[in-house]
């Protein structure tokens, strides 16, 4: 993996693999897909996490970032997947990657790009938007509780892991991997058809509060909900000389995320988080080596705390990465969690 230091247009530092702002254009590309498909069908979304926060401090893309998110309430989501499933059947190089493949279980549905191909890990991947459904809570000590704990088995059947009910490890314990995506299986059907769809049939929504599906449960600390009432109206922001929809009052949103979210953060960050390696040639990737890519996603949560598989995603990680970066990242953090 090469890797270098290089400087933006306004003398910021970063750390960049070759081809980086290959990828960010095409991620740019299928953002503006979905813009103009949700725009032509009155659904709104808002761009989120680092790409609402590049759009205020960069104007754009931040400048090591590698990924785009946007965000849509659950009903809004429900029409867009349609729309952009019809839209994607006959362009050669675009696809959804969980839409209508039951096979595999997720939170959240991904558009694809196969024009550049991208490697984390040791594991080939297509370049990726993320579209997040967002759900609906209720102010109510019992509602917000009750939604952690939800949360918590949704990080339990796709990570292998808890952070707020440790007993969930206990109560849901699989002697197979058949057993063990049987349950997920039903755990996600439960997941998307109720509690995400919690609420919305609520008129009045300006006392409600808004989270991701996944919570605060891929954060190592804790973040507030968002309040609907700085959310909508949604108004427009510019993104890499485009206009996107964005939140109503992105400095409530921003600070709920990242606190000083003006303020950089130290060099050795500035970084790309999930892509190791960016392939503009030779960049599709075939069926096989997407189901492989699918299959271990879906059963990452059964293997995860298994010490073997923990040894073969060191070595992967290894082998993609090297040696010094994944002391760093797993070897490190692994022997202060005791080996666990």
């Known amino acids: 993996m090469k890797v270098s230091l290089v400087k933006d247009k306004n003398g910021i530092e970063y750390y ?3 081809h980086l702002r290959d990828l960010q254009l095409l991620m740019l590309d299928l953002l503006q897909t979905v813009d103009k ?3 032509e069908n009155d659904i709104p979304y808002w761009i989120d996490g680092g790409t609402l926060l590049g759009a205020i401090r960069h104007n754009g893309f931040i400048p090591w970032d590698d990924d785009v998110d946007i965000c849509l309430m659950k009903e809004d989501y429900d029409r867009l997947l349609p729309l952009l499933d019809e839209y994607t059947k006959d362009k050669d190089d675009l696809s959804l990657m969980y839409y209508n493949n039951e096979k595999y279980q997720h939170w959240s549905d991904i558009l694809t790009s196969d024009r550049i191909r991208i490697e984390y890990n040791g594991m080939q991947r297509l370049t990726r938007m993320d579209i997040f459904p967002m759900k609906l809570v209720k102010n109510e000590v019992s509602e917000i ?5 939800i949360t918590d088995l949704l990080n339990w059947f796709s990570k292998g892991k808890t952070k707020y009910f440790p007993k969930i490890k206990e109560t849901y314990k699989f002697d197979n991997l058949k057993d063990a995506l049987k349950e997920k299986k039903k755990f996600f059907e439960s997941f998307h058809n109720l509690h995400l769809k919690k609420n919305s049939e609520i008129v009045n929504k300006t006392d409600l509060l808004v989270d991701y599906s996944f919570g605060n449960n891929y954060i190592s600390g804790e973040r507030d909900y968002k309040n609907y009432s700085d959310i909508f109206p949604l108004k427009e922001i510019e993104f890499e000389g485009y206009r996107f929809l964005c939140p109503k009052n992105i400095d409530k949103y921003l600070n709920v995320l990242y606190g000083d979210y003006l303020k ?3 060099l050795k960050n500035r970084k790309q988080l999930h892509n190791s390696k960016i392939n503009v040639e030779n ?3 075939s069926e096989e080596e997407l189901e492989i890519l699918l299959a271990e996603q879906n059963e990452y949560f059964y293997y995860a705390n298994k010490m073997s598989y923990k040894f073969y995603y060191l070595f992967r990680q290894i082998k993609s990465n090297g040696i010094i970066n994944a002391y760093t990242e797993i070897i490190k953090p692994f022997l202060k969690r005791k080996l666990r």
């Open 283 to 285: 960049s599709s990737i």
């Open 16 to 18: 960049a693999i070759p």
């Open 264 to 266: 950089l953060p130290s």
């Open 37 to 39: 498909i949700a725009r």
């Open 145 to 149: 509780e009750e939604d952690k704990y």
